[in-house]
């Protein structure tokens, strides 16, 4: 096996002119015109090895830089991913408590605490404040919960007295659960 290694280049025609010309070998000339051009002899083979050894050194330097880029960006989304996962967590425990918060007032009205709560009840907007919700959300959730639950309540428990007297009079008066829920209607 040779230490040598083979090199195949085009060159211009004056240049191949040039060569030919030459009393040396082709492979005389070229060696000669490379070891002037890249500033080392062909016997200082330390010269050429540092060169290698710089290239792989600055490669190596370009690799660990990758990498550790690519480990900054996987912790950055395993932080994100966690960061996501408690909101959502978060949201779970808040949906719970609110409707939890939903079920008290819903029991709360079978007991007759308060019989009658509307969109701006104090309870109502209790609850708005605690789970950042609007009062008009929150009674149509209190409606929808009841129904779904077929509560003893009525659709005119969801309505301020003066309102709910008239719809009595009237005759719509009718379990909260054939009110709001099979069809989705509103009491």
């Given at each position: 096996?040779s230490d040598e ?17 030459d009393d040396r070998?082709?492979?005389q000339v070229v ?157």
């Amino acid at each position: 096996m040779s230490d040598e290694e083979r090199l195949v280049a085009e060159i211009p025609p004056s240049l191949k002119y040039l060569v030919d010309e030459d009393d040396r070998s082709n492979k005389q000339v070229v060696i000669s015109a490379l070891e002037r051009e890249l500033g080392v002899n062909t016997n200082d083979s330390v010269a050429v090895i540092d060169r290698k050894i710089r290239r792989k050194e600055e490669r190596l330097e370009q690799e660990l830089e990758q990498a550790r880029e690519h480990r900054d960006r996987v912790a950055q989304l395993k932080d994100d991913l966690d960061e996501i996962r408690e909101l959502r967590e978060d949201k779970v425990d808040e949906e719970g408590s609110y409707e939890d918060a939903l079920d008290t007032l819903l029991d709360e009205m079978e007991a007759g605490d308060f019989p009658q709560v509307w969109a701006t009840h104090p309870r109502v907007d209790d609850i708005r404040g605690e789970h950042g919700r609007s009062n008009e959300e929150v009674l149509y959730d209190l409606k929808q919960r009841a129904a779904d639950q077929e509560r003893d309540l009525l659709n005119t428990n969801f309505m301020q007295q003066m309102y709910a007297d008239t719809q009595r009079r009237a005759g719509n008066e009718q379990p909260v659960a054939e009110a709001f829920g099979g069809d989705g209607g509103d009491a």
